[in-house]
T-cell receptor
Framework: SQKIEQNSEALNIQEGKTATLTCNYT??????LQWYRQDPGRGPVFLLL?????KEKRKERLKVTFDTTLKQSLFHITASQPADSATYLC????????????FGAGTRLAVHP | GAGVSQSPSNKVTEKGKDVELRCDPI?????LYWYRQSLGQGLEFLIY????????KSGLPSDRFSAERTGGSVSTLTIQRTQQEDSAVYLC????????????FGQGTRLTVV
Protein backbone atom coordinates (compact mmCIF):
# COMPACT_ATOMS: atom_id res chain seq x y z
CA SER A 1 0.00 0.00 0.00
CA GLN A 2 1.06 3.61 -0.43
CA LYS A 3 3.19 4.88 2.40
CA ILE A 4 4.56 8.32 3.26
CA GLU A 5 7.23 8.47 5.93
CA GLN A 6 8.41 11.47 7.88
CA ASN A 7 10.75 11.36 10.83
CA SER A 8 8.53 10.91 13.86
CA GLU A 9 11.19 12.23 16.22
CA ALA A 10 11.29 15.95 16.81
CA LEU A 11 14.10 17.89 15.20
CA ASN A 12 15.85 20.26 17.57
CA ILE A 13 18.19 22.86 16.12
CA GLN A 14 19.87 26.09 17.12
CA GLU A 15 18.61 29.42 15.84
CA GLY A 16 20.42 30.47 12.67
CA LYS A 17 21.14 26.94 11.52
CA THR A 18 19.54 25.18 8.57
CA ALA A 19 16.76 22.72 9.35
CA THR A 20 16.37 19.77 6.98
CA LEU A 21 13.28 17.60 7.08
CA THR A 22 12.80 14.41 5.09
CA CYS A 23 9.78 12.90 3.36
CA ASN A 24 10.09 9.41 1.88
CA TYR A 25 7.40 7.50 0.05
CA THR A 26 6.87 3.97 -1.22
CA UNK A 27 4.44 2.28 -3.60
CA UNK A 28 3.57 5.66 -5.04
CA UNK A 29 4.45 7.75 -8.08
CA UNK A 30 3.30 11.24 -7.15
CA UNK A 31 3.18 14.00 -9.71
CA UNK A 32 2.92 16.70 -7.07
CA LEU A 33 4.43 17.08 -3.64
CA GLN A 34 3.43 19.77 -1.16
CA TRP A 35 4.71 20.93 2.20
CA TYR A 36 2.53 22.39 4.93
CA ARG A 37 3.12 23.93 8.32
CA GLN A 38 0.84 23.17 11.26
CA ASP A 39 0.82 25.01 14.57
CA PRO A 40 -0.86 23.50 17.66
CA GLY A 41 -4.64 23.75 17.54
CA ARG A 42 -4.72 25.03 13.97
CA GLY A 43 -5.21 23.62 10.50
CA PRO A 44 -2.22 23.11 8.21
CA VAL A 45 -1.03 26.04 6.11
CA PHE A 46 0.42 25.60 2.63
CA LEU A 47 4.09 26.43 2.08
CA LEU A 48 5.36 25.06 -1.24
CA LEU A 49 4.35 22.81 -4.11
CA UNK A 50 6.83 21.03 -6.36
CA UNK A 51 6.10 19.00 -9.49
CA UNK A 52 7.73 15.73 -10.48
CA UNK A 53 9.62 17.39 -13.32
CA UNK A 54 11.07 20.02 -10.95
CA LYS A 55 14.17 19.17 -8.97
CA GLU A 56 14.11 22.14 -6.64
CA LYS A 57 11.85 25.00 -5.57
CA ARG A 58 12.63 28.00 -3.38
CA LYS A 59 10.58 30.56 -1.52
CA GLU A 60 12.36 33.05 0.71
CA ARG A 61 14.17 30.94 3.36
CA LEU A 62 12.52 27.71 2.24
CA LYS A 63 13.84 25.18 -0.26
CA VAL A 64 12.28 21.92 -1.38
CA THR A 65 13.84 19.17 -3.47
CA PHE A 66 12.03 16.29 -5.13
CA ASP A 67 13.96 13.17 -6.17
CA THR A 68 11.65 10.73 -7.92
CA THR A 69 14.45 8.15 -8.20
CA LEU A 70 15.12 8.10 -4.46
CA LYS A 71 11.39 8.65 -3.79
CA GLN A 72 12.29 11.43 -1.43
CA SER A 73 11.73 15.11 -0.78
CA LEU A 74 13.90 17.29 1.41
CA PHE A 75 12.58 20.48 2.99
CA HIS A 76 15.10 23.05 4.14
CA ILE A 77 14.66 26.15 6.27
CA THR A 78 17.74 28.33 6.22
CA ALA A 79 18.63 30.85 8.95
CA SER A 80 16.03 29.22 11.17
CA GLN A 81 14.21 31.24 13.81
CA PRO A 82 12.27 30.23 16.94
CA ALA A 83 9.12 31.31 15.07
CA ASP A 84 9.76 28.46 12.62
CA SER A 85 8.99 25.97 15.40
CA ALA A 86 5.98 23.93 14.26
CA THR A 87 5.06 20.59 12.72
CA TYR A 88 5.82 20.26 9.03
CA LEU A 89 3.78 17.90 6.88
CA CYS A 90 4.48 16.62 3.40
CA UNK A 91 1.61 15.67 1.10
CA UNK A 92 1.52 13.85 -2.21
CA UNK A 93 -0.89 13.69 -5.12
CA UNK A 94 -0.88 11.72 -8.33
CA UNK A 95 -1.51 13.18 -11.76
CA UNK A 96 -4.87 13.12 -13.45
CA UNK A 97 -8.18 14.63 -12.62
CA UNK A 98 -8.86 12.58 -9.50
CA UNK A 99 -5.75 13.39 -7.56
CA UNK A 100 -6.47 13.49 -3.85
CA UNK A 101 -3.88 14.81 -1.42
CA UNK A 102 -2.42 12.29 1.03
CA PHE A 103 -0.40 13.46 4.03
CA GLY A 104 2.52 12.12 5.98
CA ALA A 105 2.46 12.14 9.78
CA GLY A 106 4.63 15.24 10.03
CA THR A 107 7.86 16.14 11.79
CA ARG A 108 7.97 18.55 14.70
CA LEU A 109 10.69 21.18 14.48
CA ALA A 110 11.91 23.09 17.52
CA VAL A 111 14.28 26.00 16.96
CA HIS A 112 16.07 27.08 20.12
CA PRO A 113 17.42 30.59 20.71
CA GLY B 1 -16.07 34.43 4.14
CA ALA B 2 -12.63 34.33 2.69
CA GLY B 3 -11.56 30.98 4.11
CA VAL B 4 -12.81 27.49 4.83
CA SER B 5 -15.30 27.51 7.67
CA GLN B 6 -16.11 24.53 9.87
CA SER B 7 -18.81 24.16 12.49
CA PRO B 8 -19.09 23.47 15.27
CA SER B 9 -15.57 24.16 16.49
CA ASN B 10 -16.09 21.80 19.42
CA LYS B 11 -18.56 18.97 19.89
CA VAL B 12 -19.02 16.73 22.90
CA THR B 13 -21.37 13.84 22.39
CA GLU B 14 -22.38 10.71 24.18
CA LYS B 15 -21.32 7.34 22.90
CA GLY B 16 -23.92 5.94 20.53
CA LYS B 17 -25.24 9.32 19.37
CA ASP B 18 -25.02 10.57 15.78
CA VAL B 19 -23.12 13.75 14.95
CA GLU B 20 -22.96 16.02 11.90
CA LEU B 21 -19.96 18.17 11.10
CA ARG B 22 -20.23 20.96 8.57
CA CYS B 23 -17.73 22.45 6.15
CA ASP B 24 -18.16 25.59 4.05
CA PRO B 25 -15.38 25.59 1.43
CA ILE B 26 -13.98 28.55 -0.43
CA UNK B 27 -16.35 29.58 -3.18
CA UNK B 28 -15.37 28.16 -6.57
CA UNK B 29 -13.13 25.42 -5.22
CA UNK B 30 -14.00 22.14 -6.91
CA UNK B 31 -12.07 19.87 -4.56
CA LEU B 32 -13.07 19.23 -0.96
CA TYR B 33 -11.33 16.93 1.53
CA TRP B 34 -12.12 15.57 4.97
CA TYR B 35 -9.29 14.40 7.23
CA ARG B 36 -9.12 13.14 10.78
CA GLN B 37 -6.29 13.98 13.16
CA SER B 38 -5.89 12.24 16.48
CA LEU B 39 -3.78 13.83 19.21
CA GLY B 40 -0.16 14.06 18.13
CA GLN B 41 -0.83 12.20 14.89
CA GLY B 42 -0.82 13.06 11.21
CA LEU B 43 -3.77 13.68 8.92
CA GLU B 44 -5.77 10.55 8.12
CA PHE B 45 -7.56 10.85 4.78
CA LEU B 46 -11.29 10.19 4.97
CA ILE B 47 -13.04 11.31 1.79
CA TYR B 48 -12.43 13.45 -1.30
CA UNK B 49 -14.96 15.25 -3.49
CA UNK B 50 -13.91 16.53 -6.92
CA UNK B 51 -16.44 18.43 -8.98
CA UNK B 52 -19.35 16.30 -10.07
CA UNK B 53 -17.42 13.04 -9.90
CA UNK B 54 -18.31 10.29 -7.46
CA UNK B 55 -16.46 10.91 -4.19
CA UNK B 56 -13.41 8.89 -3.21
CA LYS B 57 -14.59 7.24 0.00
CA SER B 58 -11.60 4.94 0.36
CA GLY B 59 -10.48 6.47 3.66
CA LEU B 60 -13.74 6.16 5.59
CA PRO B 61 -12.94 3.85 8.55
CA SER B 62 -16.34 2.18 8.78
CA ASP B 63 -19.88 2.34 7.43
CA ARG B 64 -20.78 4.52 10.39
CA PHE B 65 -19.06 7.36 8.52
CA SER B 66 -20.63 9.10 5.55
CA ALA B 67 -20.33 12.45 3.84
CA GLU B 68 -22.14 14.44 1.23
CA ARG B 69 -21.52 17.62 -0.65
CA THR B 70 -24.57 19.52 -1.78
CA GLY B 71 -24.53 21.67 -4.88
CA GLY B 72 -20.78 21.36 -5.15
CA SER B 73 -20.39 23.57 -2.09
CA VAL B 74 -21.19 22.81 1.55
CA SER B 75 -20.24 19.39 2.87
CA THR B 76 -21.50 17.45 5.87
CA LEU B 77 -19.64 14.58 7.52
CA THR B 78 -21.93 12.32 9.52
CA ILE B 79 -20.80 9.82 12.12
CA GLN B 80 -23.47 7.44 13.31
CA ARG B 81 -23.45 5.60 16.62
CA THR B 82 -20.30 7.38 17.76
CA GLN B 83 -17.60 5.46 19.60
CA GLN B 84 -14.88 6.76 21.89
CA GLU B 85 -12.24 6.01 19.25
CA ASP B 86 -13.97 8.54 16.99
CA SER B 87 -12.68 11.31 19.25
CA ALA B 88 -10.33 13.46 17.17
CA VAL B 89 -10.09 16.73 15.28
CA TYR B 90 -11.89 16.57 11.94
CA LEU B 91 -10.35 18.87 9.36
CA CYS B 92 -11.90 20.01 6.11
CA UNK B 93 -9.93 21.50 3.22
CA UNK B 94 -10.78 22.82 -0.22
CA UNK B 95 -8.63 23.55 -3.25
CA UNK B 96 -9.25 25.09 -6.69
CA UNK B 97 -8.70 21.76 -8.41
CA UNK B 98 -7.12 18.73 -6.79
CA UNK B 99 -3.74 17.71 -5.46
CA UNK B 100 -1.99 19.87 -8.03
CA UNK B 101 -3.16 22.99 -6.24
CA UNK B 102 -2.82 24.41 -2.76
CA UNK B 103 -5.30 23.16 -0.18
CA UNK B 104 -6.85 25.59 2.29
CA PHE B 105 -7.82 24.17 5.65
CA GLY B 106 -10.49 25.10 8.12
CA GLN B 107 -9.79 25.30 11.84
CA GLY B 108 -11.28 21.88 12.42
CA THR B 109 -13.98 20.42 14.64
CA ARG B 110 -12.77 18.84 17.86
CA LEU B 111 -15.04 15.87 18.55
CA THR B 112 -15.08 14.28 21.97
CA VAL B 113 -17.13 11.14 22.54
CA VAL B 114 -17.83 10.45 26.22
Amino acid sequence: SQKIEQNSEALNIQEGKTATLTCNYTNYSPAYLQWYRQDPGRGPVFLLLIRENEKEKRKERLKVTFDTTLKQSLFHITASQPADSATYLCALASSGGYNKLIFGAGTRLAVHP
Amino acid sequence: GAGVSQSPSNKVTEKGKDVELRCDPISGHTALYWYRQSLGQGLEFLIYFQGNSAPDKSGLPSDRFSAERTGGSVSTLTIQRTQQEDSAVYLCASSPQGGDTEAFFGQGTRLTVV
